[in-house]
C-alpha cells in the first residue's frame, strides 16, 4: 500500500506577536503533516492557537520561525506574487461570516476567483452555474447575500472555495454562524466534497459534530500539538459529540 502525498507539512512553526512591551509566544514549535485527501479537524480552546495555525497554512501569516510547505513548496520563500498565485489556485477559502461581496448575485461572487485566475468569462459563467448545483442552489444564481439565508450564503462561499478546484479547502470555523441543522448541512456537503474530489478539507472550529466526518483531528493546546487521533480513536456518541480525551 503506497504511502499518500503529504499535502501540507509544517515543521518547527512558532509565532510571536509584539505588543510593544511584551512579546506573545502564540504557536510554540508545531510539527505537522496532513494527507492529501483527508478531511482533518484543527480543536482547542480558544486562545490555543488553532486560528494562527490555521492561517500560516493558508500563507495568510508568515511564522516567525520554522516552515510551512503547501504541496511541497515553502511559502515563507515566496514573494507577494507568487503566494498570491498559490493561494489562488491551490487553496479555498471558507470563513465563518461568509465575505460575500454584498452588491454581487451569488453566480457572480463564485465567479470572482476565476476572475483572477485568468479563466474566461464564458467558462467562469458556466462553472459557476455547475458549482451553484453541486451545492444544491440550482435557480439561486441571480440572489445577492442579502436575499439567501445564512445556510445559503455558506453554500455559495463553499461553490466559490471551489471555484479554481483546489488541492486545499481551508475552513474557519464553518458552521460558526449557522444553526445546529444547517451547520450538519454544511459539513455534509464538505465532507461529500472531500470523497468525490479528493479535496484535502482542513477546518478549524469549535464545533464537535466535525468529529463525525473527520479522518483525524489535531487538538491544539496553549500554542502546541496536544495530540492528533485519526478517526477510529475518536469517541462518537449518540446524542451528540465528544471527544474521547480522556
Same mark, same amino acid.
Given at each position: 500500500?503506497?504511502?499518500?502525498?503529504?499535502?501540507?507539512?509544517?515543521?518547527?512553526?512558532?509565532? $510571536?506577536?509584539?505588543?510593544?512591551?511584551?512579546?506573545?509566544?502564540?504557536?510554540?514549535?508545531?510539527?505537522? /503533516? =496532513?494527507?492529501?485527501?483527508?478531511? =482533518?479537524?484543527?480543536?482547542?480552546?480558544?486562545?490555543?492557537?488553532?486560528? #494562527?495555525?490555521?492561517?500560516? *497554512?493558508?500563507?495568510?501569516?508568515?511564522? +516567525?520561525?520554522?516552515?510551512?510547505? =503547501?504541496?511541497?513548496?515553502?511559502?515563507?520563500?515566496?514573494?507577494?506574487?507568487?503566494?498570491?498565485?498559490?493561494?489562488?489556485?491551490? *487553496?479555498?477559502? &471558507?470563513?465563518?461570516?461568509?465575505?460575500?461581496?454584498?452588491?454581487?448575485?451569488? %453566480? /457572480?461572487?463564485? #465567479? &470572482?476567483?476565476? +476572475?483572477?485566475?485568468?479563466? @474566461?468569462?464564458?467558462?467562469?459563467?458556466?462553472?459557476?452555474?455547475?458549482?451553484? $448545483?453541486?451545492?444544491?442552489? #440550482?435557480?439561486?444564481?441571480?440572489?445577492?447575500?442579502?436575499? %439567501?439565508?445564512?445556510?445559503?450564503?455558506?453554500?455559495?462561499?463553499?461553490?466559490?472555495?471551489?471555484?479554481?478546484?483546489?488541492?486545499? =479547502?481551508?475552513?474557519?470555523?464553518?458552521?460558526?454562524?449557522?444553526?445546529? +441543522?444547517?451547520?450538519?448541512? &454544511?459539513?455534509?456537503? %464538505?465532507?461529500?466534497?472531500? %470523497? /468525490?474530489?479528493?479535496? +484535502?478539507?482542513?477546518?478549524?472550529?469549535?464545533?464537535?459534530?466535525?468529529?463525525?466526518? @473527520?479522518?483525524?483531528?489535531?487538538?491544539?493546546?496553549?500554542?502546541?500539538?496536544?495530540? *492528533?487521533?485519526?478517526?477510529?480513536?475518536?469517541?462518537?456518541?449518540?446524542?451528540?459529540?465528544?471527544?474521547?480525551?480522556?
Amino acid at each position: 500500500m503506497t504511502e499518500k502525498k503529504k499535502i501540507v507539512r509544517v515543521t518547527g512553526v512558532t509565532k $510571536d506577536f509584539d505588543l510593544g512591551k511584551i512579546v506573545v509566544k502564540v504557536l510554540k514549535g508545531i510539527d505537522l /503533516e =496532513i494527507e492529501e485527501g483527508k478531511y =482533518i479537524s484543527i480543536m482547542g480552546p480558544s486562545g490555543s492557537g488553532k486560528s #494562527t495555525l490555521f492561517n500560516m *497554512i493558508g500563507g495568510l501569516d508568515k511564522p +516567525t520561525e520554522g516552515k510551512v510547505f =503547501i504541496d511541497e513548496v515553502d511559502i515563507a520563500q515566496l514573494d507577494a506574487y507568487e503566494l498570491a498565485w498559490l493561494r489562488c489556485r491551490k *487553496i479555498g477559502y &471558507i470563513f465563518q461570516t461568509f465575505n460575500l461581496i454584498p452588491v454581487m448575485t451569488a %453566480l /457572480e461572487n463564485i #465567479t &470572482i476567483p476565476m +476572475t483572477f485566475a485568468g479563466v @474566461s468569462n464564458d467558462d467562469a459563467l458556466r462553472r459557476g452555474m455547475e458549482l451553484l $448545483d453541486q451545492v444544491g442552489l #440550482t435557480g439561486r444564481h441571480t440572489h445577492r447575500p442579502s436575499e %439567501l439565508s445564512g445556510g445559503q450564503q455558506q453554500r455559495v462561499a463553499v461553490a466559490r472555495a471551489l471555484a479554481n478546484s483546489p488541492a486545499i =479547502i481551508l475552513a474557519d470555523e464553518p458552521t460558526g454562524n449557522l444553526d445546529l +441543522t444547517t451547520g450538519e448541512d &454544511i459539513i455534509r456537503l %464538505l465532507k461529500e466534497l472531500s %470523497l /468525490e474530489r479528493g479535496v +484535502t478539507v482542513i477546518s478549524a472550529t469549535h464545533d464537535y459534530k466535525m468529529l463525525n466526518v @473527520s479522518d483525524q483531528v489535531v487538538w491544539i493546546r496553549d500554542g502546541q500539538v496536544d495530540k *492528533i487521533q485519526q478517526r477510529d480513536e475518536l469517541d462518537i456518541r449518540t446524542g451528540g459529540l465528544e471527544s474521547a480525551t480522556h
